[in-house]
């Protein structure tokens, strides 16, 4: 028998682009699961007009940031059109708190998320921007909606944490459940074993950096980490995806700028596919992430990751196991040392490479979540 739930989110579910393809993934993982989904995204329950009209106002003028998804009225707004829509004692699962937060109590209501409110404020700057209003709803939102969840499954220790320390979660309601690999098609172990291969024949070091924000995402270490290997006499080669014109990429001998590359195509995931397969290493340098599923989709093509050591990235990427973490300060200095010192032995990282793609196969795949939510699921 099919288990029936409700997906519910604040956001267009349908549109791959939304939160780096989450949304759209969610949904794929429950089918496949075998779950019967009842799907209720923003296009059903979208936020007053008005309020439109003030996030739109006030983020324009830039001294301040608002979202409706701090906001206790939509939440509430949210909770309301749910209880018209499902049957009491339905399962509602959500990766958002606004929409979880009000529920009543005679509907059973998962949480799948990868951070806490608090977690974002002191790791995110820009979330200071927030007015203050929406910095105290926020945080009221989140403390309603982990209070009131059955179950809070997490990404990451990280996401775990917060939600326990500082809003006083239940851990025995706690289960840590990563994100997939966002992409379609991926490729079978045999064609991981040949890709592999032609890595190891290739003198050339090609580094992958996937991210539209260059700042946040450490790009400018990506590239450093790249003109450090060639001043020592590895050649290397910056990739570059998502990213728009950027002078200090133009015309350098050793970067390759692919721009931004559209997963709602399949050109673009076989471009994406195809740059994955021919890297050497994802170098994800981030100031500031939680659980980037670019980690997942390069251990799926058998690629480590270099990563700095913030938010839940240490709970995703093990040390010699699918990559390795650094502090972001030494990131450099750090991830050039590892990277000549495994490539001089090509034995190292090819067994490297074949654990970061078993953990993708054990782990980070939609196939293996899908199975354990389902798992945790039943046993509420």
């Known amino acids: 028998m099919l288990m029936e739930l409700v997906y519910a989110t604040d956001v267009d579910a349908t549109n791959i682009h939304n939160w780096s393809g989450l949304a759209w993934y969610y949904r794929k993982m429950l089918d496949q699961a075998g779950c019967d989904v009842t799907m209720i995204d923003s296009s059903d329950m979208p936020y007053p007009f008005p309020l439109k009209i003030k996030k739109h106002v006030i983020n324009k003028l830039g001294r301040q940031l608002y979202s409706p998804r701090f906001n206790i009225n939509v939440s509430k707004h949210y909770a309301a059109h749910i209880h018209e829509k499902v049957a009491p004692g339905s399962l509602i699962l959500s990766p958002n708190t606004v929409v979880i937060a009000y529920l009543k109590k005679n509907l059973k209501k998962v949480l799948y998320s990868d951070a806490t409110f608090d977690s974002l404020l002191k790791l995110y700057p820009q979330y200071s921007r927030y007015t203050t209003q929406c910095l105290l709803e926020g945080q009221a939102i989140d403390q309603q909606a982990i209070l009131n969840s059955d179950l809070l499954l997490y990404t990451s220790q990280w996401a775990a ?21 966002n992409l379609d098609n991926l490729p079978s172990y045999k064609e991981v074993k040949e890709t592999i291969s032609t890595r190891l024949q290739n003198e050339q070091i090609n580094l992958l950096f996937l991210g539209i924000d260059w700042k946040r995402k450490g790009g400018e270490h990506a590239l450093a980490v790249m003109n450090e290997l060639n001043k020592l006499g590895f050649p290397a080669t910056l990739h570059v995806v998502g990213v728009k ?12 700028n692919h721009h931004f590359i559209s997963k709602a195509t399949r050109e673009g995931q076989q471009r994406l596919g195809k740059l994955l397969a021919a890297s050497h290493f994802l170098l994800l340098p981030t100031l500031a992430d939680c659980t980037p599923v670019a980690c997942s989709e390069a251990n799926a093509f058998g690629v480590p990751c270099l990563t700095s050591d913030v938010g839940g990235l240490k709970s995703v990427i093990k040390n010699e196991v699918n990559g390795h973490t650094f502090t972001h300060d030494h990131f450099v200095k750090n991830t050039v040392s590892y990277i000549i010192s495994i490539m001089e ?19 980070l795949n939609w196939k293996s979540i899908g199975h354990k939510i389902v798992q945790i699921l039943k046993n509420m």
Not at 161 to 181: R, T
Not at 345 to 353: F, Q, R, V
Request: charged content about 20%.
């Open 161 to 181: 944490d917060s939600a326990i320390q500082h809003y006083g979660a239940d851990p025995a309601k706690i289960h840590l459940v990563p994100f997939g690999a």
């Open 245 to 256: 014109d950027l002078r200090i990429l133009e015309n350098h001998p050793h970067v390759v």
């Open 345 to 363: 032995s090509k034995a190292a990282y090819e067994e490297l490479c074949y654990s970061s793609y078993n953990t993708y196969a054990t782990e």
